[in-house]
């Protein structure tokens, strides 16, 4: 068997796996997965004219695209319509499959605020051709999140005000409580498709107000009792 050159007998460097603060301590949360879901608030699906029968649907992010608290991101390639979506994020503690609604906020471990940041020209003509939505959601920096909450400090959130200023003017300004899947149930769904773990997040969708940002910009996302999450666009 070839000997590796690197260390610890790897042919490369280990890529350092992301994780974000943890509010209050000096602990850090790892991150496994990240998980999105889509058309989760009335408002947004009526506001990008999906067909507002269909149930929310799931994709996926890599968790080298997370972008911390303070950071920036830059303006992205092949984009002329680059936007930003905030949401509640949830970072999970445990998991698994086929998990009950009724036993399914035991496995959170705490809140972010969170922006999938989307290519909003490729995702649209990803659908047009009934192709895979990666170039448009999943790319370098899409996945800005602030420090993580304990839910142990929080409870659970069934309702606050979740708010996206670009430049200091509002473009987001909505309540938690208007998601059509609570988190329990966004949990609970999720886990019939893909087993859930420990360090994973699950961002639960944005209500109306998606927008458009250019290089210069400055985000402010923000959730009540949570830890805001500041972004520039360079």
Not at 119 to 130: P, S, T
Request: hydrophobic share 35%; proline share 6%.
């Amino acid at each position: 068997m070839a000997q590796g050159t690197g260390r610890d007998g790897y042919v490369l460097p280990v890529p350092e796996n992301p994780s974000l603060p943890v509010l209050g301590t000096d602990h850090r949360f790892p991150i496994r997965r990240i998980y999105c879901i889509g058309r989760n608030y009335l408002a947004h699906v009526e506001e990008l004219k999906h067909d507002r029968s269909q149930p929310p649907l799931f994709f996926q992010k890599q968790r080298d695209m997370l972008v911390q608290s303070g950071g920036s991101v830059v303006y992205p390639s092949l984009t002329q319509d680059y936007e930003h979506e905030i949401e509640l994020v949830l970072a999970m503690k445990s998991g698994g499959m086929n998990i009950k609604p009724e036993d399914a906020m035991q496995h959170v471990y705490g809140y972010a605020v969170g922006l999938d940041m989307t290519r909003r020209d490729l995702q649209n003509h990803a659908q047009e051709i009934r192709g895979p939505w990666e170039a448009g959601k999943s790319f370098e920096q899409s996945a800005p999140c602030s420090a993580i909450t304990p839910i142990a400090k929080t409870g659970v959130l069934k309702e606050g005000r979740i708010r996206l200023t670009v430049n200091d003017a509002t473009a987001t300004d909505g309540d938690l409580k208007n998601m059509i899947w609570n988190q329990a149930e966004v949990i609970a769904h999720l886990s019939t498709a893909f087993a859930i773990g420990p360090g994973d997040l699950i961002y639960t969708g944005t209500p109306a107000g998606v927008g458009k940002v250019k290089s210069g910009d400055k985000m402010v996302a923000s959730i009540d009792g949570l830890s805001t999450l500041v972004i520039t666009v360079s």
